[in-house]
């Protein structure tokens, strides 16, 4: 029944503990980052887009009003000179604000291919952390499944070795295992306590020797119930 017990705890050990899941919490908080990062990104190249939106339009209207003028001055409707200079003048002026606005035009397309590059290294860093994701959740959940197989096969087991052991030795046996890390009894073999490695002395040995085989000994040391085997060298 002990070994069957430490099976059990080594499975609920096992169970609790799965690499994979020490791995999906990593993925989670990298994703947690890597999601925050890319939302920022999305708003960047949302933000750019819009301002481009509004760069084109003013150096759409600088463009429109230069050739309504120049269109003006080209078919002879301006005849004053002094209009005409002024308006030739003009010109001069729009053609320099639309060289600054297609500048700004420029450094804010250069601002929205970067977020946009910044948001696409982010979403596909995103699609590789869930790809792992559920590849992880998958070998995860078959390991798992093997571990509860097992325990059901090994918890039938323990069900019927128990139906064999007195009450209030597996009362004894309980009470120990839960103040001995789990280990209620331990074989002697070799004259040595498997539970506490003690070394038993001639006189211990001699008392275990002649001592019925349903009595109950128990380790001196760690006070584990001791079961004798034919390894016991009594």
Do not use: W
């Amino acid at each position: 029944m002990q070994e069957l017990d430490s099976r059990l705890d080594q499975l609920a050990h096992q169970r609790a503990n799965l690499p994979e899941d020490t791995e999906l919490r990593e993925l989670g908080t990298e994703r947690a980052d890597v999601d925050s990062a890319a939302r920022d990104a999305r708003i960047a190249v949302d933000d750019f887009t819009r301002e481009q939106k509004r760069a084109d339009a003013d150096v759409e209207q600088v463009k429109t009003r230069r050739k309504r003028d120049q269109d003006r001055m080209d078919q002879g409707l301006v005849t004053n000179p002094k209009d005409l200079e002024r308006m030739q003048h003009e010109l001069v002026s729009l053609e320099r604000r639309i060289g600054d606005l297609e500048d700004v035009e420029l450094e804010i397309m250069a601002r929205v291919e970067d977020a946009q590059h910044d948001l696409d290294r982010h979403t596909a860093r995103l699609g590789e952390l869930d790809a792992r994701a559920t590849e992880l959740t998958k070998l995860r959940d078959e390991k798992a499944a093997a571990i509860d197989a097992e325990v059901t096969e090994v918890t039938t087991k323990r069900a019927s070795v128990v139906q064999g052991v007195p009450e209030d030795l597996l009362a004894l046996y309980e009470r120990l295992r839960a103040h001995k890390g789990g280990v209620g009894a331990a074989r002697l073999r070799a004259r040595r306590c498997e539970g506490c490695s003690l070394q038993l002395n001639a006189a211990d040995l001699g008392v275990i020797a002649k001592a019925p085989t349903d009595e109950v000994i128990r380790c001196e040391e760690c006070q584990r119930i001791l079961v004798r085997t034919a390894e016991s060298g009594i």
